[in-house]
């Protein structure tokens, strides 16, 4: 039988837990339909939240309603690529234009490069108007996911700013969807190409309920054959953490040590060991590696305590003040590696964190090798 845990960037879990409410803002624009302010939504949340998995609930909604959907990362190319799909589409719907094939899409610029002579070329505007109007005959849409939006090039941005606005303004079936960290969201959006997705519904995803996790856990192993006892379930379900990414590592790692047919205390110890140093060498270091060198040697400073960190600490620990303290307490809080603890204190955000940067600390590791 194969591990039916799936601890890799955007691959679907075998459950999708505690994700009940962060869709319906979203499912009821679909309903809803041209208009309505969810078809416009901005997923956040730190590396490993589940932003890509939900994206990709959320297409199947759309799709399962009669919507289009287009899928895309924003990497350069973007809107050709997006032309060259909806182009597609309005074939596929018997509105392509009749014996022209797209034969190949430009890079770097925006136009479509077709059969058809330069001067029947159409702008992808009326591409994309002609596409939703059609959908909008059949009473759906067009959504339009992009995932990673903080590395759109601002370019294209403007141009698809534009087109998007356009559709709205004819109250046509448009939504777009975007997900990225907190950080890199918050910056982009307050850029002046990013003022139409100020009024985007922004969905902040956070850990789930270790409740929700016993019970997802249990689901997943009665599926098959392992066995797992209540107890045992307790504790994997708590060394997650609630942690999305860190659900499907213990889950994945307990379940390939149970050669026997059944989860051991001793083999469920050992999974759960893997599983937190595969998140060190995967989610950890990448987070970090997104961080400025200051930015981790605040981590490290925090990391000095047992429990949540006072700012003042940490400033004193830096030898800074607290309003330097402070700039970089707000920068790692957008970046979503830290929270807000009451009281003017701050803990970690992702789980095991502390742990990893003691441990690299300890063995003589700084901040810029980190
Ligand atoms: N709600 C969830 N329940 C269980 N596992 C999840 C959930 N969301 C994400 N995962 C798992 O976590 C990992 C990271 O998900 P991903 O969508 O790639 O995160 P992000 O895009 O935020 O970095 C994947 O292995 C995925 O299967
Ligand atoms: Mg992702």
Same mark, same amino acid.
């Given at each position: 039988?194969?591990?039916?845990?799936?601890? =890799?960037?955007?691959?679907?879990?075998?459950?999708?837990?505690?994700?009940?409410?962060?869709?319906?803002?979203?499912?009821?624009?679909?309903?809803?339909?041209?208009?309505?302010?969810?078809?416009?939504?901005?997923?956040?949340?730190?590396?490993?939240?589940?932003?890509?998995?939900?994206?990709?609930?959320?297409?199947?909604?759309?799709?399962?309603?009669?919507?289009?959907? /287009?899928?895309?990362?924003?990497?350069?190319?973007?809107?050709?690529?997006?032309?060259?799909?909806?182009?597609?589409?309005?074939?596929?719907?018997?509105?392509?234009?009749?014996?022209?094939?797209?034969?190949?899409?430009?890079?770097?610029?925006?136009? !479509?490069?077709?059969?058809?002579?330069?001067?029947?070329?159409?702008?992808?505007?009326?591409?994309? =108007?002609?596409?939703?109007? !059609?959908?909008?005959?059949?009473?759906?849409?067009?959504?339009?996911?992009?995932?990673?939006?903080?590395?759109?090039?601002?370019?294209?941005?403007?141009?698809?700013?534009?087109?998007?606005?356009?559709?709205?303004?004819?109250?046509?079936?448009?939504?777009?969807?975007?997900?990225?960290?907190?950080?890199?969201?918050?910056?982009?959006?307050?850029?002046?190409?990013?003022?139409?997705?100020?009024?985007?519904?922004?969905?902040?995803?956070?850990?789930?309920?270790?409740?929700?996790?016993?019970?997802?856990?249990?689901?997943?192993?009665?599926?098959?054959?392992?066995?797992?006892?209540?107890?045992?379930?307790?504790?994997?379900?708590?060394?997650?953490?609630?942690?999305?990414?860190?659900?499907?590592? !213990?889950?994945?790692?307990?379940?390939?040590?149970?050669?026997?047919?059944?989860?051991?205390?001793?083999?469920?110890?050992?999974? /759960?060991?893997?599983?937190?140093?595969?998140?060190?060498?995967?989610?950890?270091?990448?987070?970090?590696?997104?961080?400025?060198?200051?930015?981790?040697?605040?981590?490290?400073?925090?990391?000095?305590?047992?429990?949540?960190?006072?700012?003042?600490? /940490?400033?004193?620990?830096?030898?800074?003040? =607290?309003?330097?303290?402070? !700039?970089?307490?707000?920068?790692?809080?957008?970046?979503?590696?830290?929270?807000?603890?009451?009281?003017?204190?701050?803990?970690?955000?992702?789980?095991?964190?502390?742990?990893?940067?003691?441990?690299?600390?300890?063995?003589? /590791?700084?901040?810029?090798?980190?």
């Amino acid at each position: 039988m194969r591990n039916p845990f799936k601890p =890799t960037a955007g691959a679907r879990p075998p459950l999708l837990v505690g994700r009940e409410d962060a869709l319906d803002g979203f499912k009821e624009a679909i309903n809803d339909g041209s208009g309505s302010p969810g078809l416009l939504t901005i997923f956040t949340g730190p590396r490993g939240v589940g932003k890509t998995v939900l994206l990709t609930a959320a297409e199947e909604f759309a799709q399962a309603q009669g919507w289009v959907v /287009i899928s895309e990362t924003a990497t350069t190319g973007l809107i050709p690529r997006l032309t060259s799909s909806m182009i597609l589409r309005l074939e596929e719907l018997g509105n392509g234009p009749p014996g022209r094939r797209l034969t190949a899409v430009t890079a770097g610029g925006f136009g !479509v490069t077709t059969q058809l002579a330069p001067a029947r070329q159409r702008p992808w505007r009326d591409i994309a =108007t002609q596409l939703v109007t !059609v959908l909008d005959g059949h009473g759906t849409g067009l959504l339009i996911t992009i995932d990673e939006i903080h590395a759109v090039n601002r370019e294209e941005l403007t141009e698809l700013a534009a087109v998007i606005q356009h559709l709205i303004r004819e109250d046509l079936p448009i939504g777009l969807l975007v997900a990225g960290i907190p950080k890199a969201v918050s910056d982009l959006l307050n850029e002046d190409v990013s003022t139409f997705l100020r009024r985007a519904d922004r969905v902040d995803l956070k850990d789930v309920a270790i409740r929700d996790v016993e019970v997802a856990l249990a689901a997943t192993f009665a599926d098959t054959d392992v066995t797992i006892t209540p107890s045992q379930l307790r504790y994997a379900a708590e060394a997650t953490g609630g942690y999305p990414f860190l659900i499907q590592l !213990v889950g994945y790692h307990v379940w390939r040590r149970a050669v026997t047919g059944s989860v051991t205390d001793e083999s469920l110890a050992e999974g /759960i060991d893997a599983a937190r140093r595969r998140l060190g060498s995967t989610v950890l270091q990448a987070s970090l590696a997104d961080l400025s060198q200051v930015d981790r040697t605040f981590l490290l400073k925090m990391a000095d305590d047992d429990g949540p960190s006072k700012v003042a600490d /940490i400033a004193s620990r830096l030898g800074e003040n =607290t309003k330097y303290a402070g !700039v970089y307490r707000r920068r790692l809080i957008d970046a979503g590696v830290i929270v807000n603890a009451g009281r003017g204190l701050l803990d970690f955000s992702v789980p095991h964190l502390r742990q990893y940067l003691r441990e690299h600390a300890a063995s003589g /590791i700084d901040s810029n090798t980190l």
